[in-house]
């Protein structure tokens, strides 16, 4: 679940879908990402096809996933939830 977002653009595009802010334009698939990651129950269920999941280097321990271009949508994980959702350009 997801408890906590980093991104107000990104808070407001999951709980009012106003995308308006957001820096990318597929917004479908961030929709996509962000109901799988509220589903989640750890962070490896976001393993799944086409989103490149990975971990990121760094305390506290983040997790990624391809978002659009550049972007990913990035979280830490306080079990059982996903905190300080980000979408984020990190290269």
Same mark, same amino acid.
């Given at each position: 679940?997801?408890?906590?977002?980093?991104?107000?653009?990104?808070?407001?595009?999951?709980?009012?879908? /106003?995308?308006?802010?957001?820096?990318?334009?597929?917004?479908?698939?961030?929709?996509?990402?962000?109901?799988?990651?509220?589903?989640?129950?750890?962070?490896?269920?976001?393993?799944?096809?086409?989103?490149?999941?990975?971990?990121?280097?760094?305390?506290?321990? *983040?997790?990624?996933?391809?978002?659009?271009?550049?972007? *990913?949508?990035?979280?830490?994980?306080?079990?059982? /939830?996903?905190?300080?959702?980000?979408?984020?350009?990190?290269?």
């Amino acid at each position: 679940m997801i408890r906590s977002f980093r991104s107000k653009p990104l808070r407001r595009f999951a709980e009012e879908g /106003d995308g308006s802010k957001l820096p990318v334009r597929n917004h479908d698939r961030v929709r996509r990402i962000l109901v799988a990651l509220d589903a989640a129950t750890v962070p490896e269920d976001m393993n799944l096809p086409g989103y490149r999941f990975h971990g990121l280097k760094g305390s506290p321990k *983040r997790y990624a996933v391809d978002a659009s271009g550049n972007y *990913r949508v990035t979280w830490e994980w306080e079990a059982p /939830d996903a905190i300080e959702v980000d979408l984020e350009d990190y290269h």
